[in-house]
């Protein structure tokens, strides 16, 4: 009933910069949070950035100050703005719709989307 659909990854040079985006679709009431998750080759996925349909953020420690997340609750629409790459932010990043209410059904739902790869190299 709800797709994610994230663009923006690529190959950036250390210091560079990329913006993400998740553009959530269906049958859609609300969103609570929605957020940004990433997992690197042997690593287990890991929170990058939140935000609720409020505006309050919750970062990663690694990066604070370099990446920003944004939300367009009208668009059910994510951004995450990433200055200052490092070789560590090389991973697969996934979009996240949490506390999901729907049109057509009751409850509430949990959305991925499919994933985005994010290298960081020179």
């Known amino acids: 009933q709800v797709q994610l659909v994230e663009s923006g990854g690529g190959l950036v040079q250390p210091g560079g910069s990329l913006r993400l985006s998740c553009a959530a679709s269906?049958?859609?009431?609300?969103?609570?949070?929605m957020g940004w998750y990433r997992q690197a080759p042997g690593k287990e996925r890991e929170l990058v950035a939140a935000?609720?349909?409020?505006?309050?953020?919750n970062y990663a420690d690694s990066v604070k100050g370099r990446f920003t997340i944004s939300r367009d609750n009208a668009k059910n629409t994510v951004y995450l703005q990433m200055n200052s790459l490092k070789p560590e932010d090389t991973a697969v990043y996934y979009c996240?719709?949490?506390?999901?209410?729907?049109?057509?059904?009751?409850?509430?739902?949990?959305?991925w989307g499919q994933g985005t790869q994010v290298t960081v190299s020179s």
């Open positions: 269906g049958s859609i009431f609300s969103i609570n949070a």
């Open positions: 996240n719709a949490d506390q999901v209410a729907l049109r057509i059904l009751p409850g509430l739902y949990d959305y």
């Open positions: 935000i609720t349909s409020g505006g309050s953020t």
